[in-house]
């Protein structure tokens, strides 16, 4: 089956450096892959999402990347602030192209001043 | 900028009776979802919603469940007969295009079955 695997460890980094997360899937090749940022008690954030066919993609301090070989997507956050701690969601399409999409358990991301 | 609401933002009630959750999605969107998140697990979906008919469901998403559009901007997720695992935050979610890019999440409704 479909498996979308992040580390579920918390990431803890300090203010101002890079941040990046990592989502590996496994047991299909999905056309495209977004990620969403989710605080506590809250509905996912939609941030980016990221085709087969391009390597990276940036918005403002974001960044993904792709690597259909790996079968691996990297999510960088630059010059972090505090305002970035949540949990980052990895969530490519199910392979029925119904719009189903499988998340990941997601990292959670703490920024500390 | 147009946002996917929820009702009720939170829910009680007693194992066996019959709830609807109510979503308001973003008025162009064509394609709707609902997805669930037990407290403490990752999001799961539930159902996808295309042209007045289900596009996929999960296995989670059983004879209990049904959606429905019942006018151009509700969607609607009812739970016929409530169990003490259908306890989660319930999202809805809309998009524009086909094959679920971009969807954008309303807030959920908190439920909480006794």
């Known amino acids: 089956s479909q498996k979308i695997e992040q580390n579920s460890e918390a990431l803890n980094i300090q203010e101002g450096k890079t941040a990046t997360l990592t989502c590996n899937y496994t047991?299909?090749?999905?056309?495209?892959l977004q990620w969403y940022r989710q605080d506590p008690g809250r509905g996912p954030v939609f941030l980016l999402l990221?085709?087969?066919?391009?390597k990276e993609k940036r918005k403002e301090r974001l960044k993904v990347t792709f690597d259909t070989t790996l079968k691996q997507s990297l999510f960088h956050i630059t010059a972090s602030q505090p305002a970035d701690s949540a949990t980052y969601l990895c969530?490519?399409?199910?392979?029925?192209?119904?719009?189903?999409?499988?998340f990941g358990q997601g990292t959670t991301l703490q920024v500390k001043p | 900028e147009p946002e996917v609401t929820q009702t009720p933002s939170h829910q009680v009630t007693q194992m066996g009776q019959e709830v609807i959750l109510r979503c308001v999605p973003i008025s162009n969107h064509l394609y709707f979802y609902w997805y669930r998140q037990i407290l403490g697990q990752k999001v799961e979906f539930l159902v996808s919603?295309?042209?007045?008919?289900?596009?996929?469901k999960s296995e989670i998403f059983d004879d209990q469940f049904s959606v429905e559009r019942p006018d151009g901007s509700n969607f609607t997720l009812k739970i016929r007969s409530t169990k003490l695992e259908d306890s989660a935050m319930y999202f809805c979610?809309?998009?524009?295009?086909?094959?679920?890019?971009?969807?954008?999440f309303g807030p959920g409704t908190r439920l909480l079955v006794l």
């Open positions: 047991n299909y090749s999905p056309a495209y």
């Open positions: 919603f295309y042209n007045n008919e289900i596009s996929e």
């Open positions: 969530a490519p399409p199910g392979s029925s192209n119904t719009g189903k999409l499988i």
């Open positions: 990221i085709r087969e066919n391009e």
């Open positions: 979610a809309s998009s524009l295009r086909q094959g679920g890019e971009t969807q954008y």
